[in-house]
């Protein structure tokens, strides 16, 4: 059971605070994205629980509530959540356009933030909770600015391309070496393209090759250091590691 109310509390309520525009745009764009996600443990202002402690969930003097949750359950494509989460924290770690609006992101027992340099919007910490859905604060600057959060999942992503099957690395570099467009190819651009960092068309099934401009672009929004596709740029965009003939 959630610890603060669902979406909006009761009509009779709502003049008593308001979402700054960073939770209302930010959660738009979520809703855009992934129009029919579970909503259930998603929360803005707190209930009794939360008043009784410090927390952006309450309104502030002026009656602004500074956070949101989002409920990790976004029914699209396995790990869309944590690239959701992931690509956040990218947009504030390379001070993009519009992120000086996030205060901190908290999710899976771990928080982000711009408070520690040695720690500057890096994953940390193990005690954190928010298992079932992703917390984001926002900061004064996110109190009006309606911009649009430039975050490439949000943006530039299109759902319900990926047949949600990881193709085998080994498989995979080896069509990159010979220049073959094959599935493995075409499920690599299917999911860049999901992720927001293909640009265009992706084209059919054993015509597609190696998105290599993909691959750079999410390096470089991601702030990584451009690199051939290896295992770690595998398991980084699955969250796994498939090899079709693993050694003994």
């Given at each position: 059971m959630s610890l603060f109310k669902k979406k909006y509390p009761k009509e009779e309520n709502k003049m008593s605070w308001k979402p700054v525009a960073g939770v209302t745009v930010m959660r738009n764009q979520i809703n855009k994205r992934w129009p029919d996600r579970d909503k259930r443990s998603d929360g803005v202002v707190g209930d009794l629980a939360h008043q009784a402690r410090p927390s952006d969930h309450n309104p502030d003097s002026r009656g602004y509530v500074h956070a949101v949750d989002i409920d990790e359950d976004l029914r699209g494509s396995k790990n869309d959540n944590i690239w959701l989460a992931d690509q956040?924290?990218?947009?504030?770690?390379?001070?993009?356009?519009?992120?000086?609006?996030?205060?901190?992101?908290?999710?899976?027992?771990?928080?982000?933030s711009g408070t520690y340099a040695n720690h500057f919007?890096?994953?940390?910490?193990?005690?954190?909770?928010?298992?079932?859905?992703?917390?984001?604060?926002?900061?004064?600057?996110?109190?009006?600015?309606?911009?649009?959060?430039?975050?490439?999942?949000?943006?530039?992503?299109?759902g319900g391309l990926w047949d949600g099957k990881v193709p085998f690395?080994?498989?995979?570099?080896?069509?990159?070496?010979?220049?073959?467009?094959?599935?493995?190819?075409?499920?690599?651009?299917?999911?860049?393209?999901?992720?927001?960092?293909?640009?265009?068309?992706?084209?059919?099934?054993?015509?597609?090759?190696?998105?290599?401009?993909?691959?750079?672009?999410?390096?470089?929004?991601?702030?990584?250091?451009?690199?051939?596709?290896?295992?770690?740029?595998?398991?980084?965009i699955w969250k796994q590691l498939k090899i079709s003939n693993p050694e003994p």
């Open positions: 956040i924290i990218a947009y504030a770690r390379m001070r993009r356009s519009g992120s000086s609006r996030l205060k901190y992101v908290v999710y899976e027992d771990k928080i982000a919007w890096t994953w940390r910490g193990d005690s954190y909770g928010h298992k079932i859905h992703m917390h984001v604060s926002f900061t004064t600057q996110g109190q009006e600015d309606t911009t649009e959060f430039g975050i490439p999942i949000l943006t530039e992503g299109k690395f080994d498989i995979l570099q080896d069509a990159i070496k010979v220049g073959a467009s094959n599935k493995a190819t075409w499920r690599l651009a299917c999911r860049l393209k999901e992720l927001g960092f293909y640009q265009g068309s992706v084209a059919p099934e054993g015509q597609q090759p190696y998105p290599k401009n993909a691959i750079r672009a999410m390096q470089d929004y991601m702030g990584w250091e451009r690199r051939e596709y290896d295992k770690k740029t595998h398991k980084t």
